[in-house]
T-cell receptor, first 112, second 113 residues
Framework: GENVEQHPSTLSVQEGDSAVIKCTYS??????FPWYKQELGKRPQLIID?????GEKKDQRIAVTLNKTAKHFSLHITETQPEDSAVYFC???????????FGRGTQLTVWP | EAGVAQSPRYKIIEKRQSVAFWCNPI?????LYWYQQILGQGPKLLIQ????????DSQLPKDRFSAERLKGVDSTLKIQPAKLEDSAVYLC???????????FGPGTRLTVT
C-alpha cells in the first residue's frame, strides 16, 4: 500500500533558528503535497501545499520544496517562534482515488 | 464561512458498547472524509464520500464500523461494538470539488474502557 515516511519525529530548536522536516512518499504519480499543523487538542490546519508542477513554494516564514525524481518533499520554517510549536504532518494525495496519506508527524518545540 | 462541525466532542464508553459521531461539512462541499487519529500518529482515512456515494472505504473495519451520508450533507459514523483499540480522535473533513484542500472539524475524542 501507499505510505509516507516523515523525519524527524521530534525536533527542538531555539527561537530564531530554522527547522526542516522531511518526507518521502511512495506514489510517483501523486500531484499534491500538503503540510498540516496540529496544536495540542486542536484540529489539523493546512499551512502550505505544493503541486507537482513546481519545485518550491514560499509563504512568509514557511517554504516547501519538492523533488519528484527522488519522491522527497520538505518543510522549512525560518526564524522560528514559540507559537510554531506544534505537531506537523506531511501528506500526499494518492493518484488512484485522491485520498490523502499522512505521515506520523513531527513534534516541533521552539524554545524561547 | 462556518467550518466543519462535529459532535460530540468527547465520548467515553465501555467496550462492546455502541457509539455514533456526527459531522456537518462546510456548506457546498461535496466530498466528506472520516479519519481516525490514534495518539501519536497521523490521521488515517476510514471512508470518503462524494455527495451521498462512497468513494473509498477500503480502510473501514466493516465488521464494526459503518457510515452514511444519506442526503449528501451531514454524515454519521457508527462503531458497534467498540473495542479498546478504537480509542482515538475521529476527525471529519470536507472538500470542495474545485480544490484539493481539506478542512478538518474539531474531532471527537473517543475513550473505550
Amino acid at each position: 500500500g501507499e505510505n509516507v515516511e516523515q523525519h524527524p519525529s521530534t525536533l527542538s530548536v531555539q527561537e530564531g533558528d530554522s527547522a526542516v522536516i522531511k518526507c518521502t512518499y511512495s506514489d510517483s504519480a501523486s500531484n499534491y503535497f500538503p503540510w498540516y499543523k496540529q496544536e495540542l487538542g486542536k484540529r489539523p490546519q493546512l499551512i502550505i501545499d505544493i503541486r507537482s508542477n513546481v519545485g518550491e513554494k514560499k509563504d512568509q516564514r514557511i517554504a516547501v520544496t519538492l523533488n519528484k525524481t527522488a519522491k522527497h518533499f520538505s518543510l522549512h520554517i525560518t526564524e522560528t517562534q514559540p507559537e510554531d510549536s506544534a505537531v506537523y504532518f506531511c501528506a500526499f494525495r494518492g493518484s488512484t482515488l485522491g485520498r490523502l496519506y499522512f505521515g506520523r508527524g513531527t513534534q516541533l518545540t521552539v524554545w524561547p | 464561512e462556518a467550518g466543519v462541525a462535529q459532535s460530540p466532542r468527547y465520548k467515553i464508553i465501555e467496550k462492546r458498547q455502541s457509539v455514533a459521531f456526527w459531522c456537518n461539512p462546510i456548506s457546498g462541499h461535496a466530498t466528506l472524509y472520516w479519519y481516525q487519529q490514534i495518539l501519536g500518529q497521523g490521521p488515517k482515512l476510514l471512508i470518503q464520500f462524494q455527495n451521498n456515494g462512497v468513494v473509498d472505504d477500503s480502510q473501514l473495519p466493516k465488521d464494526r464500523f459503518s457510515a452514511e451520508r444519506l442526503k449528501g450533507v451531514d454524515s454519521t459514523l457508527k462503531i458497534q461494538p467498540a473495542k479498546l483499540e478504537d480509542s482515538a480522535v475521529y476527525l471529519c473533513a470536507s472538500r470542495d470539488l474545485k480544490s484539493y484542500e481539506q478542512y478538518f472539524g474539531p474531532g471527537t475524542r473517543l475513550t473505550v474502557t
